[in-house]
């Protein structure tokens, strides 16, 4: 496999750590720049066989434009839609209104608004309704070429108290490491992740897999466990996860 990853990723823990595995494992890899605006990546990569992507979403999109294989694992199962209904009560936010970024009603107090899609098009948030139509009104304002328009699709529900977040790292249906990554509003990056934690995560996958490699974010909330959300690996930050798991998991995929 040849990895392809982002030069702006320094100030990630995990991206040294992945360099490292690279080069100590002998692993083909190249560091690019990714030029703005769709102008592609600093140097050009042309190689035979797999290849896969670590970086933003742009570098993901590169990666599909250029027909890699496997690329990026994204598609269209990275969507709050699709999470609930394969995942149903599991999902922490199953109680959610669904529609139109335009179409959001008045809501009485504080709600949590989050894109349907894993495209980074806003961060999911809790804002309140005064709140949320000033800055719907700024997106209006705007001229077209915004990442949010009238026709995102949101999820809207209830805010939810969060006592700890982890981040878990799947490929092939199999828990191949994860990490924490929060304490409350605490951003508290740790390798520890508790037993009943990784049992949960790989119930989930057994239930479910958007795609053959991604992370599933577990969230605690009323003392019980919950999948917070989806992502992709390769746009996912690393936090405090073994990479190097991750890293021989992905080389151990066949293509």
């Not at 690329?71 to 149903?88: K, Q, S, T, Y």
Request: proline fraction near 4%; include cysteine.
């Amino acid at each position: 496999m040849h990895w392809v990853v982002q030069n702006n990723l320094f100030n990630e823990r995990g991206f040294h750590t992945l360099m490292q595995v690279l080069r100590n494992g002998g692993i083909p890899h190249t560091l690019v720049k990714v030029i703005p605006f769709g102008g592609g990546v600093e140097p050009t990569v042309d190689v035979a066989g797999p290849v896969i992507v670590m970086g933003s979403l742009s570098l993901t999109r590169y990666a599909m434009q250029r027909g890699w294989v496997p690329g990026a694992f994204i598609n269209d199962n990275f969507d709050f839609r699709m999470w609930r209904e394969h995942l149903g009560e599991h999902l922490l936010n199953a109680d959610a209104r669904v529609c139109r970024f335009a179409d959001v009603t008045p809501v009485d107090g504080p709600f949590f608004i989050r894109p349907c899609l894993d495209d980074k098009s806003f961060s999911g948030m809790v804002t309140t309704w005064a709140e949320f139509t000033a800055w719907r009104d700024s997106v209006f304002a705007l001229s077209e070429d915004t990442t949010v328009s009238a026709d995102t699709w949101v999820a809207v529900s209830t805010p939810k108290h969060i006592q700890r977040e982890y981040r878990m790292v799947v490929v092939d249906g199999r828990v191949v490491t994860g990490t924490r990554y929060k304490l409350g509003d605490r951003v508290v990056a740790s390798a520890e992740v508790e037993p009943e934690v990784y049992a949960f995560t790989q119930a989930m996958a057994d239930r479910w897999a958007p795609d053959r490699a991604y992370v599933l974010d577990v969230f605690m909330h009323d003392d019980g466990l919950f999948v917070g959300e989806i992502n992709n690996l390769n746009s996912a930050g690393f936090y405090a996860y073994d990479v190097a798991k991750m890293v021989a998991a992905v080389e151990a995929m066949r293509w």
